[in-house]
């Protein structure tokens, strides 16, 4: 499984790509004007030409800003979304929350979070736990403490069998709470990372320095979008590497 986080500056995107060019895109990163989009473009150099399943966290533009410059150039099976808006689109959709689950090939998409219906606000983020082989993802969008809780007390033990997550909210100090974290990462001592996606010296100040610290302390390694550009993550049955870095994390749990 290939997972690329695509540098689209203040806003999320990452791809899935299973061994069979499957595709999953969770969310599409913010509008582009008077350029190519980031994110095409990189599915152009992957030679991808279809998406399978696009899944929209919430609808707010650094996150489903380039949705219909997406529908318009590639074919795509379907969207899913929390509901929270409607959505008139070219695709199939599909509304989506807490018990769900998407199949992308050999690809199994848990959704842990919203209950339903759903709101359009950060807290009502789709959060998508994502299995492959022994390695286990945690997609989070913009999910904020509150949500983060209902999580943890929700799941609690069960989130210890996490490899990585992607931070919410770009790793805004409202969320990777110490709960969620405590969780996470009961011990120090089981490597784990964390993605955070934010734009360079964005007017947020994210990530914010409390975030970073909070995961070091947690003895996850957080590795930023702003500093090293995207993401490559080669996922394997038992192990994950870094492409660009060559860093490597054995899968610790299932």
């Known amino acids: 499984l290939q997972w690329i986080a695509v540098d689209v500056g203040q806003g999320d ?10 595709v999953l895109l969770i969310d599409t990163g913010p509008p582009v004007f008077n350029r190519p989009s980031n994110v095409l473009e990189t599915l152009n150099q992957l030679g991808i030409n279809r998406i399978h399943t ?17 529908l318009e150039a590639l074919p795509v099976g379907r969207v899913a979304h929390n509901g929270s808006e409607a959505l008139v689109l070219s695709s199939p959709t599909q509304i989506v929350g807490r018990h769900d689950t998407l199949h992308i090939g050999d690809l ?44 943890a007390n929700i ?25 969620l974290l405590s969780k996470i990462a009961p011990d120090t001592t089981t490597a784990r990372w964390a993605l955070i996606s ?23 390694q957080s590795w930023i979008t702003a500093n090293e550009g995207y993401l490559h ?3 394997s049955e038992y192990r994950m590497v870094n492409m660009r870095t060559g860093s490597s994390l054995t899968c610790a749990y299932n």
């Open 54 to 70: 696009l899944l929209i966290t919430h609808p707010h533009a650094d996150h489903d800003g380039q949705l219909l410059t997406i």
């Open 108 to 151: 199994v998409v848990d959704i842990l979070h919203p209950s339903l219906p759903a709101l359009p606000d950060n807290n009502h983020s789709i959060v998508a736990h994502i299995s492959w082989g022994n390695c286990d993802l945690l997609f989070t969008g913009d999910a904020e403490m509150k949500a983060e809780h209902a999580l």
């Open 155 to 179: 799941y609690g033990h069960a989130l210890h069998t996490l490899d990585a997550i992607k931070v919410g909210h770009h790793g805004s100090k409202t969320s990777t709470s110490p709960l």
């Open 13 to 22: 995107a990452s791809l899935l790509i299973t061994p069979k060019q499957e």
């Open 198 to 220: 934010a734009g360079r010296f964005n007017r947020f100040g994210h990530p914010s320095k409390e975030v970073v610290r909070r995961l070091n302390d947690a003895g996850i």
């Open 233 to 235: 993550v080669h996922v």
